[in-house]
């Protein structure tokens, strides 16, 4: 079912046994879990079902460090959350992104691949995948002209990738969620603090406001943060009451170490004879998958980098294409989505008339790798308020010279791949040239994917919520999303998310089982 | 082969070798010789670009700018011994071969205008840029 929280009386208590807050990848794929449960579910989603200017404004913070996009148009903050423009783009986490890595600062989830293996598998459905095959000779075997490059296995493998429609889960699952009669759907629901028992140690309600005035309590035994790693945080260090540093922050862990993907022009591949390379282009709407380069564990290990793939896109068009980080400037997503397709359909045009004996000759080498876990990088709280007096996230974006080291090595070694094949030559970007030069070109960009800020840990003095994402020191307080992940990795973080909530699921059906 | 007489060179490495004076050539006796530009660059590039590629190069290792030690450099096989440059085309063209990939497999590389490329094919380009001003 489903209410406006703006059109019921103010000072309204809404009970149930599981509250949600947060309607996006996350929130969604596990409301959709409880459907038909005997357990009440209340859904809370700060927005309506459309775009809403006064809600989107809610996310606006300052940033520094790194250029970053504006806070206010990185997220979308209505029913389906960010699916509501995202690109689709799907793949696991390696095994080596969960293991401790020693070259790897704060490297090391508490859980490993294996773990999360079957929640892969059943999270391949709400985002409308394929079978949960990454293995690139299941794809070849469908389609033998998806042909890998001549490189040598042991140092350069085919990471695959499954694409979306994309599904907006918004549009896709609002009828479930509607219609289900054990969830408690409530729109323009902000959360706008936590209360918390006398000790602290378990979450009694939350209160949701909105702009139409109206302020409600919202009770239930577990309570689940799925807001997004800026928000998660944001919530967490504002709710400080009673807990002066803010709720799970005892260890001053909360907001800290966000990550992006560091997503970047950086090489040219140049083929001697012309190769579609059909097994590493996509085609909107139409490729089911396709593979990025990956350079492999043993390798990563001996040149003591981070993990990161590399695209392949014609040259042709990228070269008229400008960079994400100056496109997507505008507080408004909508805006910046119509800056970027428009982009995106001009780059095309102008490659179109190109003959492919040359667009299939050269290749742009794009960059997407993790960026390594950096308490420096964090997110604070301003004093700055929002309309519904929550303080405004503000996000410090850090990246080192770890990070450039590792891209740099990335291509030296498919370079030399390159090489030995005898297939082309690669070309490195001018701010690759220099191995002493730490700095970042302008066009540097990350792919809108906010990681990190609850990491998961089994020592609440390295972690904000243990292995089953349950908030240490709160007993009944979860959190959901790619807040909670330790590392990065390559992929974008979609996937991992629902797998993660599905996992989390699982935990609380458990859970609340033992104590019937 | 010719008698030979031997001198020291050192390469931008620090190692010393053995090459021949004779068998060596000048710039104008190679500068039509198609092997003095690197053959797969070649698809890839243009001649202003492997020139460029070239100059940094002897830029970068200027104790490498001369054209005769440049092609003995490029003309010594894997036993130290120097392939005549009136040796046939297929012949030195496949010594280069061997020592590009040999490059790429031993990680003998060098970044030249972004360009990840063999020492040898940089040293091709350094050749080129000196013959074909």
Redesign the interface.
């Known amino acids: 079912m489903h209410v406006d929280a703006r059109m019921i009386d103010s000072g309204s208590l809404i009970e149930g046994d599981v509250c949600i807050v947060g309607a996006g990848a996350a929130g969604i794929s596990m409301a959709l879990e409880w459907i038909n449960t005997p357990h009440k579910i209340i859904l809370l989603e700060g927005g309506g079902f459309e775009y809403d200017p006064l809600v989107q404004e809610l996310y606006a913070g300052k940033t520094t460090g790194q250029p970053y996009y504006p806070l206010k148009s990185a997220r979308l903050h209505y029913f389906g959350g960010t699916t509501g423009h995202w690109a689709g783009y799907c793949s696991p986490f390696d095994e080596i992104d969960f293991i401790k890595r020693d070259w790897v600062p704060h490297s090391g989830w508490p859980i490993t691949r294996k773990d999360l293996d079957p929640f892969y598998a059943r999270a391949q459905k709400n985002p409308e995948l394929g079978p949960y095959e990454y293995d690139v000779a299941y794809w070849q075997q469908h389609d033998p002209a998806l042909i890998s490059l001549p490189l040598d296995e042991k140092v350069v493998w085919n990471k695959m990738w499954q694409f979306s429609p994309p599904t907006q889960f918004g549009v896709k699952y609002k009828d479930a969620i509607v219609k289900a009669k054990n969830i408690h759907l409530y729109t323009y629901a902000n959360v706008t603090d936590i209360k918390a028992n006398e000790n602290v140690s378990s979450i009694e309600g939350v209160t949701i406001k909105n702009h139409a005035g109206k302020t409600h309590r919202v009770k239930a035994k577990y309570f689940v943060l799925a807001c997004c790693s800026i928000q998660n945080a944001r919530l967490l260090l504002a709710a400080n009451s009673q807990a002066p540093k803010g709720l799970g922050n005892d260890n001053d862990n909360v907001g800290r170490y966000f990550m992006e993907h560091l997503e970047l022009k950086s ?1 040219e591949l ?4 012309p190769n579609p390379l059909k097994l590493y282009m996509i085609d909107f709407g139409v490729t089911k998958a396709r593979a990025e380069l990956a350079i492999t564990k043993e390798k990563q290990e001996e040149h003591k980098i981070l993990n990161g793939t590399v695209s392949l896109t014609p040259l042709e068009f990228t070269k008229n294409l400008k960079p994400m980080i100056e496109i997507w400037k505008d507080d408004d997503p909508r805006k910046n989505l119509d800056s970027m397709l428009s982009a995106f359909q001009k780059a095309g045009q102008e490659a179109a008339s190109i003959s492919p004996e040359i667009t299939n ?2 290749f742009e080498l794009f960059t997407r790798i993790e960026q390594a876990p950096n308490p420096a990088s964090r997110v604070t709280l301003d004093r700055d308020k929002d309309a519904l007096g929550v303080p405004r996230a503000m996000l410090h974006w850090e990246l080192t010279a770890f990070e450039k080291r590792s891209i740099r090595t990335i ?2 070694l498919i ?2 791949q ?3 094949a ?1 297939i ?7 701010f ?2 220099d191995a002493n030069d730490h700095s970042w070109p302008s066009f540097a960009g990350a792919g809108w994917h906010h990681m990190g800020t609850t990491r998961m840990s089994d020592d609440p003095k390295n972690g904000v919520v243990d292995a089953n994402c349950k908030v240490h020191g709160i007993s009944n307080l979860f959190t959901a999303g790619a807040s909670n992940y330790v590392t990065a990795a390559a992929p974008n973080p979609t996937l991992t998310v629902i797998a993660l909530t599905l996992r989390l699921s699982d935990h609380l059906k458990q859970r609340i089982k033992s104590k019937t | 082969m010719k008698r030979r007489s031997f001198i020291q060179l050192s390469l931008y490495s620090g190692a010393a070798i053995t090459i021949s004076s004779f068998g060596c050539g000048t710039a104008s006796e190679v500068a039509n010789k198609p092997w003095v530009q690197p053959q797969l660059l070649s698809h890839i590039c243009d001649a202003k670009t492997v020139r460029e590629i070239g100059v940094r190069y002897r830029e970068k290792f200027n104790n490498e700018n001369h054209e005769k030690q440049l092609i003995n450099i490029l003309l010594t096989d894997s036993t130290n011994k120097v392939v005549p440059v009136t040796s046939e085309e297929a012949v030195i063209n496949s010594l280069l071969e061997q020592k590009i990939q040999k490059d790429f497999e031993t990680g003998n590389t060098v970044i030249i205008k972004g360009w990840i490329l063999s020492v040898t094919e940089a040293r091709q380009c350094a050749l080129f840029s000196l013959t074909q001003n």
């Open positions: 090489a140049h083929l001697a004879r000759k050269s291509y030296e370079g030399q390159v090489g030995i005898g082309g030559r690669v070309k490195l970007m001018e690759l040239e």
